[in-house]
Every structure is written in structure tokens, then in C-alpha cells.
């Protein structure tokens, strides 16, 4: 995952906590993406950005939200987490918003919501 | 009506086989890329191709080969002596702009499970 990092990688919560899941990047990529995989649906997108504080929702949106204060950084916040939000997370990664732009993806943040 | 269909949940099949994985996509939009990815069992997800709508002629990369038939919307991907560490879940992937704009998104099948046995 050279050039992304996800923080945490795993948490475990309570429902009705807020957590915060961070991406971060070192290869100056204008877009950033927030998806989520669960089992039998692949992965949806929740949200993308593309610039500083430039963002906008993806087909998951409800429940979530980010913010990017700067190109190297995307935060994905749930405000009150529930069960149905436990899932892993991917954040990605591409030079521009056009199709034929590759996204690179993070390792993944697993979260649990008991 | 899923835009991006692997009919295919699971296949299993044992090492030297060949094995094709199946995807079918629907799209308005006469400019958009269907991609590959790979995640093995560690979990991180590896790109493997990507394909625009413009070029439907097939692509070989040692044991992977590619088969897009936009006649067909299918964009089927087949390993040839298949190993072990082909073992992993496989995505296939749509990539349009919605309304003509300008932000493609990336729209991912459910996933085929691959499982190739010693």
C-alpha cells in the first residue's frame, strides 16, 4: 500500500459512538474515495472528494460523513455508529476523476459496531 | 438492476485447470472503462486490468487473458493453469460519469470467489 495508510486498521465500538477513520496520502492525488465491503454486496462507494474541502456523496451516503482540510488527508466520520455500519473500510486513490484513472486502494480499516 | 453482474459466488477448481469468471455490465454511457481487481486472502485489493469502451480487443498478460464484447456487455477474464495462489476474490468493475459529468465513479460486482485446490 505504498502511499496510503488507513488508521485504525481495526476498532472494535459501541453503537451510538462517534469514530473517525482516517486516510492518509503521500502521492499528491487530487481524488479520494471512501467505500465499503460487505459480504455479498462487493464494494459501494460512501463518499469521494476531489480537492480540499471539495466533496460529494457516493450510492452509501446515509450515516456518514467526511471532510479534507488538506490534499493528504480524507476523514470518514460515522456521528453515531450502528451495527449495521460494521464493515471494512477501503480508502483509495487516483490522479483524476476520469475513467481510465487507476484507484489505488488502502489496506482497509475493519469496524466492528457491537 | 445491478450495473455490474458476477453470476458467479464462488468457483473451485483444481490446480491446471482453466477457469473463466464472468461479468456483465449495463451502462447509457458510451464512454466508460471496465476494470479487474484482485484481493487475496491478505485482504488488499491489486488492480490486474483496465479496458475503455473503445477498444474490444482482447488482452493476454502471461496466464490472465481478457475477453470485452460490448455485443454482449460482457468483459469475462479466464486464467489458464490455474495455481493455488490464484486463490482469491475477484472483482470486476464499471467506471462512467454519471450524467455526462465529469467525476467518473467506480461501481463494483458483488465478487467471485475463486478457490483453486492442490
Known amino acids: 500500500d505504498a502511499g496510503i495508510t488507513q488508521s485504525p486498521r481495526h476498532k472494535v465500538t459501541e453503537t451510538g459512538t462517534p469514530v473517525t477513520l482516517r486516510c492518509h496520502q503521500t502521492e499528491n492525488h487530487r481524488y479520494m474515495y471512501w467505500y465499503r465491503q460487505d459480504p455479498g454486496h462487493g464494494l459501494r462507494l460512501i463518499h469521494y472528494s476531489y480537492g480540499v474541502k471539495d466533496t460529494d456523496k457516493g450510492e452509501v451516503s446515509d450515516g456518514y460523513s467526511v471532510s479534507r482540510s488538506k490534499t493528504e488527508d480524507f476523514l470518514l466520520t460515522l456521528e453515531s455508529a450502528t451495527s449495521s455500519q460494521t464493515s471494512v473500510y477501503f480508502c483509495?486513490?487516483?490522479?483524476?476523476?476520469?475513467?481510465?484513472?487507476?484507484?489505488?486502494f488502502g489496506a482497509g480499516s475493519r469496524l466492528t459496531v457491537l | 438492476a445491478q450495473k455490474v453482474t458476477q453470476a458467479q459466488t464462488e468457483i473451485s477448481v483444481v490446480e491446471k485447470e482453466d477457469v473463466t469468471l464472468d461479468c456483465v455490465y449495463e451502462t447509457r454511457d458510451t464512454t466508460y472503462y471496465l476494470f479487474w481487481y484482485k484481493q487475496p486472502p491478505s485482504g488488499e485489493l491489486v488492480f490486474l486490468i483496465r479496458?475503455?469502451?473503445?477498444?474490444?480487443q482482447n488482452e493476454i498478460s502471461g496466464r490472465y487473458s481478457w475477453n470485452f464484447q460490448k455485443s454482449t456487455s460482457s468483459f469475462n477474464f479466464t486464467i489458464t493453469a490455474s495455481q493455488v495462489v490464484d486463490s482469491a476474490v475477484y472483482f470486476c468493475a464499471l467506471s462512467e460519469a454519471p450524467s455526462g459529468g465529469s467525476n467518473y465513479k467506480l461501481t463494483f460486482g458483488k465478487g467471485t470467489l475463486l478457490t483453486v485446490n492442490p
Open positions: 479496458r475503455n469502451s473503445f477498444d474490444e
Open positions: 483509495a486513490i487516483s490522479p483524476g476523476g476520469g475513467g481510465a484513472n487507476v484507484l489505488t
